[in-house]
């Protein structure tokens, strides 16, 4: 758009923005970017009251488009924009162009590369005398295209040389948590009638509604290990973050108090440990049960899916429900929007779809899986919880208590922008990045309340009551 003393065109690359520079300088005139911005450029006049009356008036009339664009292919790439309209005499003050970015859409990694977990397996035994950095970098190039079970990724860990290779593998194989199991621990039995698909519905229904609230009260020492993606991301300047895959940032060991058969507090601290606390599977008997009773309450919510085989052989019935957002209690969220000071958080009720594996005898859940619906919401585009559970023993009897979680959650990051020596940069949106938090659940034991009594024994002297009568105390015991 041509000015008395400039020449200009809209800047396509950053070095046409560079202040250094006299094109530059045109390309930053406050008039150039408030018409290529969509505003206006005021000429000059007496009369700038009315001017601004009309700027004013204006505004009253106006519209909102939107669009998905094509994945850019490089950082900063330029592209023109116009809005066409059929009627003669109007004009459209618009954005004039825009510069997209590689990580605006959430495409996959085409390094990356999908195998089996037979594939899987056959490397790890076959790359028994790579180093523990080799091996680490092989895994993290991977995606299984299958659900690892838990005894395969104890076999295969077992046998690796180094921690950063076990650690790269235990997130390799959360990742395929909520996919379906390789064929062969898929049966190839009929699907039951479907008097005894409502029979097995029954029997979960009733196992999360009597059966869960009356387990004893216990004692469980849960292992976390939190994980994190590094994305890549152009910081401007020609300063960019390099990627990096999942990697290991923190580890906890908490003790956990199930009461009344839900999860109350880290019975010794207080503390939930040092995971990200927008993956923490808080509730595996209370919250995340809870998220699938709705479903288990209407058969028709339920759907056949397949039978799955355990480690052991035994068979389990699986199901797929769904819960629309117009019926749904579950709410998630994280932090933050690049908005203000970058710091606003964010939540939002949501739908959530996924499975639940149940003994078809006496109707226990063995497995829980939870995915997020968020259906084109920008912050976020993954939000997904799966529980393990099986037999435990405490004290004379075996119970089925919570042995293995996952949580994954992957959402658009809040990134600083630095350009044209701002210091202080500003706000956007960065790219997509994903979170994982690994939970495994071992040491179980009851808790109960016994009563002790200490004859002769004084708190003041230590010899006694002052009327010589014994004491009695009452405190908290944990018993095998």
């Keep these: 758009m041509p000015f ?13 923005l560079s202040p250094t520079s006299g094109q530059g300088v045109a390309n930053l005139n406050r008039k150039v970017l408030a018409l290529e911005s969509g505003g206006r450029s005021m000429p ?19 519209y909102s488009l939107t669009f998905n664009p094509a994945p850019a292919a490089h950082f900063d790439e330029y592209h023109t924009l116009g809005v066409n309209i059929r009627e003669p005499g109007l004009t459209a003050h618009t954005n004039t162009s825009y510069y997209d970015q590689p990580y605006y859409l959430d495409t996959p990694d085409p390094a990356i590369r999908k195998i089996t977990v037979a594939q899987l397996g056959e490397l790890l035994r076959g790359a028994r ?14 995606e299984l295209t299958e659900r690892a079970s838990d005894d395969e990724v104890a076999s295969w860990t077992a046998e690796l040389r180094g921690k ?6 235990l997130a390799l194989a959360d990742a395929s948590a909520f996919l379906d199991p390789p064929p062969a621990e898929i049966p190839g039995d009929a699907p039951p009638d479907e008097d005894a698909q409502r029979q097995m519905i ?3 229904a009733n196992y999360l509604n009597t059966t869960i609230p009356r387990l004893p009260n216990f004692f469980a020492r849960r292992t976390s290990v939190g994980y994190e993606e590094t994305p890549p991301f152009y910081k401007g300047g020609g300063r960019f973050t390099a990627a990096e895959p999942l990697h290991a940032v923190g580890s906890s060991k908490t003790t956990v108090l199930y009461r009344d058969g839900a999860e109350v507090v880290d019975a010794k601290t207080g503390r939930r440990g040092k995971e990200d606390q927008s993956l923490t599977t808080y509730g595996t008997f209370g919250p995340v049960l809870g998220a699938v009773k709705g479903a288990l309450a209407d058969s028709g919510a339920l759907t056949w899916s397949r039978w799955e085989k355990d480690a052991a052989g035994a068979r389990r019935a699986v199901f797929r429900y769904a819960v629309p957002t117009a019926a749904s209690g579950y709410k998630t969220g994280g932090c933050c929007l690049p908005d203000g000071d970058g710091t606003m958080a964010f939540v939002r009720m949501t739908g959530y779809h996924g499975e639940i594996a149940i003994d078809p005898g006496s109707g226990a859940v063995l497995r829980v899986e939870l995915e997020a619906d968020f259906n084109g919401f920008v912050p976020m585009g993954r939000a997904d919880v799966m529980v393990a559970y099986g037999p435990v023993n405490l004290g004379s009897k075996t119970y089925i208590c919570p042995v293995h979680s996952v949580g994954i959650w992957r959402a658009r990051s809040v990134n600083t922008l630095l350009e044209w020596n701002n210091t202080q940069g500003f706000l956007t949106w960065g790219p997509y990045a994903t979170k994982l938090n690994d939970f495994r659940y071992d040491d179980y034991h009851l808790f109960r309340a016994e009563s002790r009594i200490l004859s002769g024994f004084s708190p003041q002297t230590g010899e006694g009551n002052p009327d010589g009568s014994a004491q009695s105390t009452t405190e908290p015991q944990s018993q095998q």
Aim: with cysteine; aromatic share 6%; charged share 25%.
């Design 164 to 169: 950063k290779a076990r650690q790269v593998l």
């Design 4 to 16: 008395p003393w400039y020449s200009v065109h809209p800047a396509v690359s950053p070095q046409e």
């Design 129 to 142: 005398s790579e180093s523990d950095g080799d091996m680490a970098r092989q895994l993290s190039d991977l």
């Design 202 to 204: 029954s029997l979960a």
């Design 44 to 62: 000059r006049s007496s009369d700038l009251a009315r001017q601004l009356e009309d700027c004013v008036h204006e505004t009253n009339t106006f």
